[in-house]
């Protein structure tokens, strides 16, 4: 039996949870219970009130994950029940969920006994549903488009019964149910990373306290399960606050003289700041009563406030995905040095992949939770050095991919109940495959996308314009949070050519040929290839200052940034010496407007590609030493004082330290060759890690002492090395181990 889905009868017009539940008899203990579960919006499910796992698993538009799990343990002989706690969601809540109009459940299980003997079950009408009414409204930042309702949870208990109706057996995998192939349109798919749940809980010691408040610092950023137990007196308000940091409000009068409040950001844990933000609000009940929210908050502390007398105390489980956990061969990186700001930096980036990765790369985890392509690209390759499981960047690039719409374009954000189009971030998408490619030689999967590449690139070519460059495409035309341009992130608002864009196009050509000829269509690569020339001699003719010796933002318009120049170097409409020269120039120039951290990881890759990383690297690298100073415990979003304090895609100091100060890369797909060329590094220095490769890694460490700079290598298998020291010739070996040395 497969198990229908199953439903309430009614349709409910608010968010509200439903408790689905089954009870059954069992004459003697099971061996194993072996269940498949998956519901609409979210679900927690229980075993005789035991958790055994959370879901689904974020999806896209066309599918459904199920989760499986083996909760054996839990059963025992005589009545016992299963009970899937579901939270429903309606309106514009939850954006990366898609829903149904009903709250809905499918459970299929097998429970097997020692003696062979096995039985089934399964959701059908015999289960029943109820209406919790002890939680009127449950929504908190990360789940809407817009500043949600305050989230409110009553403290008086009770269920309201539920009629439960058949809706229809799932079409599992790519099977359809019907004779003549009509099918429900969400295919229910098992889920594609493995489970992981929340970690230990642990109590949070409060900072300080008065009669009518509480406020606990959890001494670095962090998403989390939240439990909340308290007691205050009957129908008073607690209030529970979630800020990113401390941090301070100043009120000021714009040019019409009207009145704003602006927040304003120092040190993060300036005692002197304030605890404000999203929050929860739970209602006293005269005696201890405990909650613990059904999705997870992000916060560096918490502030709880009642206008009387109260008391509480403050669990958090750290929520994150596990990506040391599911390494494989040891396969997990890490970095140490006698440079503290480098050991800070690999810490922070740390933790900000990690409180940004969850079912999905997210953008933010306080507030839109979206994940969107340029994050994603950034945040895989960041996973990528952090673990060699590869489960996260192959469900990013799966998620994004099934949702490409009619025209060709890859979504900003996949999975959302909305469409977002940033045209550059269906190009970000195609460079990611190339980049998986490149860390696993996962030819199989790559080949499944070379049809959406290919359709991507079709519509970006439908932008040309009469010049041959790429013209107004008419969508969000984002390209870096620049403090000087237009609020949306663009030049001149986006509504213009923009040079970057053909650019960005030309370098999404290249990565594509080189997908499409590994993947075995030649024709396509050179295809790309031939459609990538046009496009440079038209960017020189018609994006160059021939007077400024630098590319124009905009063709026909001395506007300059670095972006242009990074985008010119990394799309190779100049190269050698010529590339070296435009970023000489572009970066002593006064007026140009900056790359910032969303931005920067390409910054980097171009000052290497030009061979002038080491001169100008400790520039860019500024940003993050002052958030650094600032003690910041995750990188923020932009420089100043952000919206966002945690953004996956600022973790590019993890990408450095691991590829250019332990100098590994991978020479050949999959790390079947492997470059390794540290840059030079001052005198006194002394630095060691970890690089994950394919079930195994790669330990290196470099040291400066009396001139000599010192390189040594242990690999968990023997590998094609090829070795490049500063100032010395290159070298390639075939070895599991390698020293050398060289004066610098």
């Known amino acids: 039996m497969n198990g229908y889905w199953i439903a309430t009868v009614q349709k409910p017009t608010e968010t509200a949870f439903y408790n689905f539940t089954k009870t059954f008899t069992l004459e003697k203990k099971a061996s194993s219970f072996v269940l498949n579960v998956s519901a609409d919006t979210r679900y927690k499910l229980y075993v005789n009130e035991n958790f055994v796992c959370e879901g689904p698993c974020q999806g896209g538009e066309d599918v459904q994950y199920f989760e499986s799990a083996d909760a054996a343990e839990f059963l025992h002989a005589g009545e016992n029940t299963v009970r899937i706690y579901v939270q429903h969601i309606v309106g514009e809540l939850f954006l990366t969920e898609y829903r149904r109009e009903q709250p809905a459940v499918w459970f299929k299980s097998t429970v097997k006994f020692e003696n062979g003997e096995e039985t089934e079950i399964v959701s059908d009408k015999t289960w029943l549903c109820a209406e919790d009414l002890g939680v009127k409204t449950h929504v908190c930042k990360g789940m809407h488009t817009t500043m949600p309702p305050n989230e409110t949870v009553f403290a008086e208990k009770g269920e309201k019964p539920l009629e439960v109706c058949v809706l229809y057996l799932p079409r599992l995998e790519t099977k359809c149910i019907d004779r003549y192939g009509a099918s429900e349109k969400y295919v229910l798919a098992p889920r594609p990373i493995p489970l992981f749940g929340a970690g230990e809980e642990k109590e949070l010691k409060p900072e300080r306290k008065g009669e009518n408040f509480f406020e606990f610092d959890a001494e670095e950023y962090t998403t989390a399960y939240v439990r909340v137990r308290f007691k205050a007196p009957k129908g008073s308000a607690v209030r529970v606050i979630y800020s990113e940091c401390r941090a301070f409000e100043e009120h000021y009068l714009d040019e019409d003289g ?8 120092k040190n993060r844990d300036d005692a002197e700041g304030a605890i404000f933000g999203a929050y929860d609000l739970l209602y006293g009940a005269g005696e201890t009563r405990e909650h613990t929210f059904f999705w997870f908050r ?23 995905y596990p990506f040391t956990k599911f390494a494989c061969g040891e396969g997990v990186g890490n970095f140490a040095s006698n440079k503290k700001y480098l050991d800070d930096m690999w810490k922070i980036s740390i933790n900000t992949v990690e409180c940004c990765t969850h079912e999905t790369f997210v953008d933010c985890p306080y507030y839109e939770q979206g994940q969107y392509s340029m994050d994603g690209m950034l ?11 590869t489960s996260m960047p192959k469900k990013f690039i799966e998620d994004l991919g099934r949702c490409q719409n009619a025209e060709g374009l890859v979504p900003a954000k996949a999975p959302c109940t909305f469409d977002q189009l940033i045209p550059t971030f269906a190009m970000f ?15 199989a999967f790559a080949k499944k996308y070379t049809g959406t590449i290919d359709k991507a690139l079709e519509c970006f070519n439908s932008f040309i314009d009469e010049r041959g460059i790429v013209g107004e495409t008419h969508y969000w035309n984002f390209i870096d949070w620049v403090p000087e341009w237009s609020k949306n992130g663009s030049i001149d608002e986006g509504r213009t050519t923009l040079t970057v864009y053909s650019m960005m196009y030309a370098a999404a050509l290249s990565d594509a040929a080189e997908v ?27 994006c160059y200052d021939v007077e400024k010796g630098m590319y124009t933002d905009v063709p026909g318009r001395r506007l300059f940034s670095q972006h242009t120049t990074i985008w ?21 120039y006064n007026d140009v407007s900056l790359t910032t951290f969303s931005m920067n990881y390409f910054t980097f890759r171009a000052l290497e590609k030009a061979g002038v990383y080491e001169k100008y690297a400790p520039t860019v690298f500024e940003g993050w030493k002052k958030m650094v100073d600032m003690h910041c415990t995750t990188w923020c979003e932009n420089p100043d004082s952000p919206r966002s304090e945690c953004h996956g895609w600022s973790s590019t100091p993890m990408y450095e330290i691991s590829a250019m100060v332990l100098g590994v890369y991978p020479a050949a797909d999959g790390f079947a060759k492997v470059k390794i060329a540290p840059v030079s590094v001052p005198e006194g220095f002394r630095a060691s890690g970890r690089v994950p490769i394919p079930e195994g890694y790669i330990d290196v460490a470099v040291s400066r002492k009396g001139g000599k700079m010192s390189l040594s290598v242990s690999a968990s298998r023997e590998l094609e090395m090829e070795i490049v020291l500063p100032k010395s010739e290159r070298v390639e070996v075939r070895a599991a181990e390698y020293f050398a040395e060289a004066a610098v």
């Open 516 to 542: 499409c000829k590994i993947c075995g269509r030649p024709g396509l690569a050179e295809e790309y290839k031939t459609r990538r020339e046009a496009l440079i001699s038209a960017i020189n003719a018609h």
């Open 258 to 265: 009207d009145p704003h409040v602006r927040t304003v950001k």
């Open 568 to 588: 010119a170097v990394l799309s190779g409409c100049v190269c050698g010496e010529a590339a070296k020269g435009l970023i000489e120039r572009t970066f002593s």
């Open 298 to 320: 992000s916060f560096r502390y918490i502030r709880v406030e009642c206008d009387e007398p109260f008391d509480v105390q403050i669990f958090a489980a750290r929520y994150v």
């Open 379 to 389: 945040e895989s390759l960041f996973a990528l050095r952090l673990s060699n499981d």
């Open 429 to 443: 998408w195609v460079m990611t495959v190339r980049e998986y490619l490149r860390y696993t030689a996962d030819v």
